[in-house]
């Protein structure tokens, strides 16, 4: 499966961005996907990951309330839209893929990686 991550940008405190990430090469439809995120000095965090079997999104504390993870097979990509960012959102932001993570919060548990494309939320 190969990632490609876009949508990242500069954006004021309070401003809204939407990433999106392709999947190609493989059954996109019956892979997990994940988003994570990695700010200088800091390890990958988990963002916000989706199941194929049940559509079912999962949220990490940041992104509650305000960060919304969607896919549509058909075009083999998954969003993840942003509202409300702060400062502290700035960060690499990497798309993910696996065809079932145990623990879905944990970036060691995903096989295919995307490049990353970058957040900044200026103050």
């Known amino acids: 499966v190969q990632l490609q991550a876009s949508g990242g940008g500069l954006v004021q405190a309070g401003g809204s961005l939407r990433l999106s990430c392709v999947a190609s090469?493989?059954?996109?439809?019956?892979?997990?996907m994940g988003w994570f995120r990695q700010a200088p000095g800091k390890e990958r965090e988990f963002v916000a990951a989706?199941?194929?079997?049940?559509?079912?999104?999962f949220y990490g504390d940041a992104a509650k309330g305000r960060f919304t993870i969607s896919s549509i097979d058909a075009k083999n990509t998954v969003y993840l839209q942003m509202y409300s960012l702060k400062p502290e959102d700035t960060a690499v932001y990497y798309c993910?893929?696996?065809?079932?993570?145990?623990?879905?919060?944990?970036?060691?548990?995903?096989?295919?990686w995307g490049q990353g494309t970058q957040v900044t939320v200026s103050s």
């Open positions: 993910a893929a696996d065809q079932y993570p145990e623990r879905i919060v944990d970036p060691a548990q995903y096989a295919y």
């Open positions: 090469g493989r059954t996109f439809s019956r892979y997990d």
């Open positions: 989706i199941r194929w079997s049940s559509d079912s999104p």
